[in-house]
């Protein structure tokens, strides 16, 4: 379980997370996101690195276990649940 919020005003959306998040997860909600500017603000709560699969393969800091309690499928979670946040604060005639 995880807390996170989306909030919007105009075009602009905050997101945040409790997590340290590897940078392609930040791209891949801001990609996905249908706001004009969408900012990702990390750490707001308890919580380690989420680690990308190119992190777990190579052994890198934040990849491996003892850092982190979820792996790259979690990440994946947190962007599609972030981004679903995001699409539901406009209707589809706003956007």
């Known amino acids: 379980e995880m807390e996170w919020h989306a909030r919007g005003v105009g075009g602009v959306v905050v997101c945040t997370n409790a997590v340290e998040l590897f940078t392609g997860y930040g791209i891949r909600i801001k990609a996905r996101s249908k706001a004009v500017q969408t900012v ?26 003892h850092s982190s309690l979820v792996g790259p499928e979690g990440g994946d979670v947190l962007v599609d649940r972030t981004v679903s946040l995001i699409d539901s604060l406009w209707s589809d005639s706003e956007r």
């Open 40 to 65: 990702v603000g990390q750490l707001a709560g308890p919580g380690t690195y989420r680690p990308t699969e190119k992190a777990v393969q190579g052994g890198h800091y934040g990849g491996v276990v």
